[in-house]
């Protein structure tokens, strides 16, 4: 498939169509994006979505784009609760053991951080705020000292998800006050404190209890995106209900759009099932890592499927991704270390070309399959010009500048010396341009310096190869 245009576009779930993406206040994105409920070790589920959204936020970037992005940290809920109470220590303590093996995973994995990371329990007073605006509007009510919003009352619910509101049932994590509500579509903003809760609770203007889970979103991202924004991003699995609780609640409170473009990123399956925690079908990164997988070959497989697409994980296509990686690194290294004479401006022409195919793949709803075709087609291709002595010393810096250009979107690249010093690069090349005019004295002379700084040199009719001295 060939696409002409270097527009970005997305998939935007609000409307179920491909859009060209213009963020509100001209180069500046704002992006929240859904992280994780902090009662156990994230598995790779989970990470395909953060990846994914890394991906994202990387690309605009790359794109020029100002970014500022919000992950939030999900740290009370049911299963925090029980998770607390199961080992008999406070709430806070509990989660901060996942909230800290959360920012250590993403680390491993390459993920860029975000400019902020709230955690719900610090929102708490921003929480019934809203609650107190919607209860002022008359759109949500309180029953057995719960509050629920009320969809009924609320004409534009389903604008996301295209539910029929007259069917739904209740959401998981609402099932427990199910019987409280006025109607079963109805949803807790606000969960009154019960024996099962123990000591978590909040005393507040609305009672003594704590959030409902929808609600902790749409208060973060009000505090610190405003009433509108550009991107909202998580997992397919919270688009209904969790997505479009957060668009009712927050419109109805604002009177204002909530985020203009939402992606979401599909499941992982293992063996034909999504992975997850309920089903125990699921591996930890650090499982992987255990069992001596490469980080930057885990991410690799991560982004090798489109966001949209189901991605089955098996061992064989994570060593796949692993020959792939090599494979990107091997030619980087081939480009640092190579350095040829020739004034062919064949490379160079490549590159340019397979920058606008990258950028077209890239840019049509962030299409990573055919992007990584388009870098694997210019790594073939380079290394048949490299191999036929056609590469001169501008084409190989072209090239690798273009990986990576690829890589600060990608991040698979574990090669190190591409911080090689410039002024060792041009010392190299001037003792080139000395040994083609048979300058043989300035030639020693500088391989002799170079082998003082750590570089030693191989020789061959058409060029040098340059390795690091142990």
């Known amino acids: 498939m060939i696409y002409y245009r270097l527009t970005l576009s997305f998939f935007n779930s ?7 993406f213009h963020p509100l206040d001209n180069n500046d994105v ?14 790779l589920g989970n990470f395909r979505t953060f990846v994914f959204q890394d991906l994202l936020r990387k690309y605009l970037k790359y794109k020029k784009y100002n970014v500022y992005q919000i992950q939030n940290i999900t740290d009370v809920d049911d299963k925090t609760i029980r998770g607390a109470q199961v080992k008999g220590i406070k709430l806070g303590e509990f989660t901060s053991k996942y909230s800290n093996s959360f920012f250590e995973d993403i680390s491993t994995l390459g993920i860029e951080k975000a400019e902020v990371y ?3 329990t610090d929102y708490i007073p921003d929480m019934v705020s809203l609650i107190k605006r919607l209860m002022n509007k008359g759109l949500a009510y309180e029953s057995q000292g719960s509050i629920y919003f009320r969809v009924a009352a609320y004409p534009e619910y389903g ?9 739904i049932q209740p959401d998981t994590r609402d099932k427990n006050d199910q019987y409280s509500k006025k109607d079963v579509q109805d949803f807790a903003l606000w969960k009154g404190w019960t024996k099962e809760d123990g ?3 909040w005393e507040t203007a609305i009672g003594k209890g704590r959030p409902g889970w929808h609600i902790e979103c749409s208060a973060m991202a009000l505090k ?7 991107i909202h991003s998580g997992g397919i699995d919270l688009l209904f209900p969790h997505h479009e609780n957060e668009i009712a609640q927050s419109e109805a409170a604002t009177s204002r759009p909530f985020a203009k473009y939402w992606l979401h990123c599909e499941h992982l399956l293992v063996d034909g099932q999504k992975m997850s925690k309920s089903v125990g079908n699921y591996y930890t990164l650090r499982d992987l890592l255990s069992k001596g997988y490469n980080p930057k070959a885990i991410r690799y497989l991560l982004l090798s499927c489109h966001y949209r697409a189901q991605l089955n994980f098996t061992f064989d296509a994570l060593t796949q991704a692993n ?11 081939r480009l640092e270390h190579t350095i040829f004479k020739s004034k062919d401006l064949i490379l160079e022409n490549l590159t340019l070309k397979t920058k606008k195919l990258f950028e077209e793949r890239m840019d049509h709803d962030l299409s990573t399959p055919e992007a990584l075709s388009v870098i694997f087609d210019f790594i073939r291709e380079s290394n048949r010009i490299i191999d036929e002595h056609k590469a001169s010393a501008n084409g190989l810096n072209s090239a690798r500048e273009l990986i990576l250009a690829f890589d600060s979107i990608f991040s ?3 090669y190190s010396d591409t911080d090689l010093d410039p002024n060792l690069r041009t010392l190299i090349i001037k003792r080139e341009e000395a040994r083609k005019k048979k300058d043989w004295a300035t030639s020693d002379n500088l391989r002799t310096e170079l082998r003082k700084r750590g570089i030693n040199l191989e020789d061959s009719p058409d060029g040098v190869i340059w390795n690091r001295i142990d």
């Open 14 to 20: 609000l409307g179920k169509r491909l859009e060209e």
């Open 30 to 43: 704002k992006m929240y994006t859904c992280g994780p409920t902090v009662y156990d070790y994230a598995h």
């Open 118 to 120: 709230p955690s719900a």
């Open 159 to 167: 604008k996301l998800s295209q539910v029929n509101s007259s069917h």
């Open 199 to 201: 000591d978590v609770y």
């Open 224 to 230: 610190h995106l405003d009433d509108s924004f550009d």
């Open 323 to 333: 020959n792939s990686v090599t494979r990107i690194n091997d030619f980087l290294k």
């Open 412 to 414: 698979v690249i574990t």
